[in-house]
Nanobody, 121 residues
Framework: QVQLVESGGGLVQAGGSLRLSCAAS????????MGWFRQAPGKEREFVSR???????NYADSVRGRFTISRDNNKNTVYLRMNSLKPEDTAIYYCASGPSLSFNAFDVRIWGQGTQVTVSS
C-alpha cells in the first residue's frame, strides 16, 4: 500500500509564500494523479490542485494564478508552491492520489495525513 507523506506547512503572514511537498512511499500508478485538497475548520474538504503523470494539471478557481503544482515522477513527489497567501487559505492541506477525473474528495484513493497551513492577517 502506497503511503503519502506531506511536509512544508506552517504559519505565514498574508501575502507570504510556502511550499508543500508530498512524497509517495512507492511508485504511483501511471494513471493516477498526485495533488492536493484542503479542509478548513467547519468546512468540507475541497479540491486545490492536481497533476497527472503526463503533465496535465488542474487548479481550483480560488488558487489559480497564486499556487503552482509540480511533480517529479522519478522521486514520486509532488509540490505545491503557494504565493500571495490569504487568511482564507488557512486549512489542513492533504496530499491525494487517484485515477478519477472527479474533483470530489470521495473519489480519492490515497490520502496523506495532512499538514497545517495557517495564514495570519
Amino acid at each position: 500500500q502506497v503511503q503519502l507523506v506531506e511536509s512544508g506547512g506552517g504559519l505565514v503572514q498574508a501575502g507570504g509564500s510556502l511550499r508543500l511537498s508530498c512524497a509517495a512511499s512507492g511508485r504511483i500508478f501511471s494513471n493516477y494523479y498526485m495533488g492536493w485538497f484542503r479542509q478548513a475548520p467547519g468546512k468540507e474538504r475541497e479540491f486545490v490542485s492536481r497533476m497527472w503523470s503526463d503533465g496535465n494539471l488542474n487548479y481550483a478557481d480560488s488558487v489559480r494564478g497564486r499556487f503552482t503544482i509540480s511533480r517529479d515522477n522519478n522521486k514520486n513527489t509532488v509540490y505545491l508552491r503557494m504565493n500571495s497567501l490569504k487568511p482564507e487559505d488557512t486549512a489542513i492541506y492533504y496530499c491525494a492520489s487517484g485515477p478519477s477525473l472527479s474533483f470530489n474528495a470521495f473519489d480519492v484513493r490515497i490520502w496523506g495525513q495532512g499538514t497545517q497551513v495557517t495564514v495570519s492577517s
